[in-house]
């Protein structure tokens, strides 16, 4: 599923981001360019990161 629409990015575009060790919503943006236009996603890039068994609660 699209997490991002501006930038394309699907929900395991971002579990990977994860899982390679980004640990807040800035570190997933660099990595995939989730976040990064309008923003609007941010609070489904925090969920997945806290959902991951690697991710930290960091919320930046």
């Known amino acids: ?3 991002c ?12 981001a994860v899982a390679a060790g980004a ?3 800035k ?3 660099e990595l995939t360019g989730a976040g990064t236009v309008c ?3 941010k609070n489904n890039i925090r ?3 806290a959902a991951a068994p690697t991710g930290t609660q960091s919320l930046t």
């Open 47 to 49: 969920a997945l990161i």
């Open 23 to 25: 640990s807040n919503t």
């Open 5 to 16: 629409l501006c930038a394309g990015v699907t929900s395991q575009q971002v579990i990977d």
């Open 27 to 29: 570190q997933v943006g």
């Open 39 to 41: 923003g609007r996603c």
């Open 1 to 3: 599923m699209y997490v």
